[in-house]
């Protein structure tokens, strides 16, 4: 069964520091989305991205936040300045269309510590 | 008011217990309902859609009330791998487009032997 992969599983980075988090989606996936999760808390939107460009994003994503997608295969979310507050899980999604009854399917994570 | 509320639990029951969780959606606007399953330290999983019929998959039913904006997820016999936190998920399409998941805190459920 195709899945979504995320690499680096767990990153440490000191703060100030950037930081680039690496997924590949499903192949044959069109629409891109990157969650984080605080340890204790919910899952939270980021953003979500299509034909190349980002088509919505939360006020967590902020200017320190960026999204790329540099080849057939990969979606990068780069954090420029990490702060002690990005420290979370941040999955990374995929899915097929944008019905809204499309499922979305969820990479393993990585898990950011900023120190 | 939360976007998307559940009871955080823990609900503990022993094998073989019938277990129901709840869930309420602020934005009658919402189009359409997830229950996810999450363990420790792991991604989401798609545990089942729920649909306005209410909807079984083996073990498993879902329901929705869309006038009281209400969604329930219903463990019959439970088992000890059933042990994890069910996450409440609510999509809503805006005219902007944004198709993204709004998650729940979630319920943990530890089934016992």
């Known amino acids: 069964e195709p899945e979504v992969t995320q690499t680096p599983s767990h990153q440490v980075t000191q703060m100030g520091q950037e930081v680039i988090l690496r997924c590949v989606p499903i192949?044959?996936?069109?629409?891109f989305y990157w969650y984080r999760q605080i340890l204790g808390q919910k899952v939270e939107f980021l953003v979500s991205f299509y034909n190349n460009e980002i088509s919505e994003k939360s006020e967590i994503f902020d200017d320190q936040f960026s999204v790329e997608r540099p080849d057939g295969s990969n979606f990068t979310l780069k954090i420029r300045s990490t702060k002690l507050e990005d420290s979370a899980m941040y999955f990374c999604?995929?899915?097929?269309?944008?019905?809204?009854?499309?499922?979305?399917?969820f990479g393993p994570g990585t898990r950011l510590t900023v120190l | 008011r939360k976007e998307v509320e559940q009871d955080p639990g823990p609900f503990n029951v022993p094998e073989g217990a019938t277990v129901a969780f709840n869930c309420t959606y602020s934005?009658?606007?919402?189009?359409?309902f997830f229950w996810y399953r999450q363990d420790c330290r792991k991604e989401p999983k798609l545990l089942m859609s729920v649909y306005s019929s209410g909807n079984e998959d083996g073990r498993f039913t879902a329901q929705l009330n869309r006038a009281s904006q209400y969604i329930s997820l219903l463990i019959r016999d439970s088992k000890l791998s059933d042990s994890a936190t069910y996450l409440c998920?609510?999509?809503?399409?805006?005219?902007?487009?944004?198709?993204?998941?709004?998650f729940g805190s979630g319920t943990r459920l530890q089934v016992q032997p």
């Open positions: 192949s044959n996936h069109l629409y």
């Open positions: 934005n009658s606007a919402s189009q359409s």
């Open positions: 999604a995929s899915s097929v269309t944008v019905d809204r009854t499309d499922t979305q399917y």
């Open positions: 998920v609510v999509n809503l399409i805006l005219d902007t487009g944004r198709r993204a998941l709004t």
